[in-house]
């Protein structure tokens, strides 16, 4: 009997200990998770580094490429973290893709992008900011554009913990203003050019969310609203799926495929007329079969903008990957191109072992890191569903072409931001104007009182005001910040 009780006590012990030590293991992981994403982010930056020292070597300049290789897998992975988030966030937030899905599918086409049809050939100053002869000795000319790059991706990284959408563009932009004012003065800045990149930060969002509103109204107006929704479903779904195709269509002619084949704004034009016109009478009979036996309310209609959202979301990741990968590898080929030959050119060849870094340094950016910023973009602004995530996507193919044709710069996230903006703030306009016909036919309902309807606001004003912020300040905080580090590496090499 006391055998039984010492036996008893005992595996209570050990109970105790194995507890205790079960705790311990769960602390340890639940500590141990956060360091897995910056972990592996390391490790792709030593891998990028490590293979352009055993292309390039230790001898001459390598070391300074072999950096500089370290930075530009850092700036790739920041805008896979940051700027991915604008084409995948809508079709999350409107449950259209799961994350695991939207990871999946932007993480294939981004690198598809990049290696189809990313540039190659490239501006070394990022679209003329800086005349490089101004510049002067090859190796300053080195050092800024090194500065330039950390300064770039430190801002991104930034931004994308403090839950801000910015432009990476714009980020290198001002990286590489900074460190060119560093070196060679204010003299060497192309003012106009900065003038006009300035401009974008209004033209961007405002167009971006005109066109979405725009679209959600007539999908209000045209389907929502109608006494058979499916019927009016039916007539213009396919139509509005047309007009997606045949956007998308110009949209890749004009900035996903202008590297592979030469395309005049007209030819792009008459190519995305065909494919909408193809698409509406491909899809006249699929909207016919997906709305059969559909009841005629609006969580009906969400069905049929699905798919096309899906789509959009992808080629919107293909024409991402061809043009913002030169954010990450244009200032690492100019290194490499200005280290080799020991002269700074006005534009460089990317080598594929460059374009290799910025490719999967994109996926492996949005793969660790990306979640955070989609679900701001996707349910933290507004809410979405497929509709109003439909008219996100399609005012970003279609406000891209309208920029090309007026020849004005505009950034990809400010659009796509500006259009969920545009989308949240038309919803409020529509619902304050149905209040007010309700009052109008029943003036006996009592009104809302002000403090309601502030509660009421289907827009988070605190994200705007973040949001905003963030993009005014970030070519000169990017700028400012190249400049102390270009500053800083003169001061160590001597």
Known sequence: MANNDFEAR??????????????????????????????????????????????LGFSGNG??????????????????????????????????????????????????GALIAGGDVVSTISKGIIAPESIGAPKTFLWAMMAALLASALWVNLATWIGAPVSTTHSVVGGVMGAGIAAAGLASVNW????????????????GGLIAAGFLWFIKARIVYQPDKIAAARRWVPVLVGILAGAFATY??????????????????????????????VMIPVIRRQSAGLENRSKSLKILFGIPLVVSAALLSFAHGANDVANAVGPLAAIVQAAQSGA????VSIPVWVMLIGAFGISFGLFLFGPKLIRMVGSQITKLNPMRAFCVALSAAITVILASWLGL???????????????????????????????????????????ERGRRKLVRRSHVMTIVAAWIVTVPAAALLSALIFLAIRLMMG
């Open 10 to 55: 005992h595996l209570e012990t050990l109970d105790r200990d194995l507890g205790r030590f079960s705790s311990l293991e769960l602390g340890t992981a639940s500590l141990s998770r956060p360091l897995v994403g910056p972990g592996l982010a390391f490790t792709f930056i030593l891998l990028a580094a490590l293979a352009a020292a055993l292309l």
């Open 63 to 112: 070391p300074i490429v072999v950096v500089a290789a370290a930075f530009g897998a850092y700036m790739a992975l920041n805008i896979g973290a940051n700027d991915v988030a604008n084409n995948m966030g809508p079709a999350v937030g409107a449950n259209a893709l799961t994350m695991g899905g939207a990871i999946l599918i932007a993480a294939i086409f981004e690198s598809a």
């Open 192 to 207: 106009p050019t900065m003038g006009a990149i300035a401009a974008s930060w209004v033209i961007s969002p405002l167009l």
């Open 252 to 281: 890749l002619a004009l900035k996903g495929l202008k590297h592979l084949v030469e395309i005049s704004f007209g030819a792009a034009l008459g190519l995305g007329l065909a494919a909408g016109i193809l698409v509406w009478l």
């Open 344 to 347: 700074v050119a006005s534009s």
């Open 409 to 451: 710069p505009v950034s990809s996230t400010h659009i796509a931001v500006g259009a969920i903006f545009g989308v949240g703030f038309f919803r409020e306009w529509d619902a304050e104007r149905r209040l007010r016909l309700a009052h109008v036919a029943r003036p006996d309902v009592p009104r809302i009182s002000p403090d």
